[in-house]
Every structure is written in C-alpha cells, then in structure tokens.
C-alpha cells in the first residue's frame, strides 16, 4: 500500500514538475533575444582573432633550438597520459554500472 502511494506521489509530482518547467521555460522569448545573449561572446572571439593576428606565427618565426626534437621525444617517452587515459576510461564504464548495481541492491530489499 505505501509503495504503491509513494509511486502515485512520485508519478504526481513529476508531472507537476514537467507541467510547471514548460509552462514557465519562456523559449519564444529566449529564441527573439538570441542575439542579445551571444553579444558579449562574439565580441570576446573578436578580440582573441585580433590578439592572434596581431601575434607572430611559429611559421615566421621557425624553433632554432637544436635540441627541440631531442627534448620533445624524451617528453614522449615519459609521458603517462596513456596510463591517465586508460583509468579514466575504466572509471567511465566501472562507476555507472556500480552505482545501477548498488541501487538496485538496495531497492530490492
């Protein structure tokens, strides 16, 4: 009986969660004004276009160190991005099927 109640709350709620978020969201309004809110970004771009034009390019301006490619391979040959990489991606696929695993765990008792 109070599962069953709590899943009518639980089911009234959302609804009323859903009813309200759309009816209040105004997206007429938020699609007029568009303009208005990417102002400030597209100035921002501009000014990091014109920082970089205004920059020398590596092609104007060639590395002359002799020792550039020595030092870029010793830092390939040390690196642990694989390794960070590799962990990321298992705690990706470990973390949601543990979370499903013990919620379930936990509901059906």
Known sequence: MFSDMQKFFNKFFSTCLLVITLATFPVET???NLNSFNQPLIFAQQNIINYEKSQPSAIDNPVDDPNFNVMRTSDMNSSSATYF????LVLAAIVPLASWFFSRSKTSQ
């Open 30 to 32: 938020m699609a007029n």
């Open 85 to 88: 990489v590799v962990a990321l």
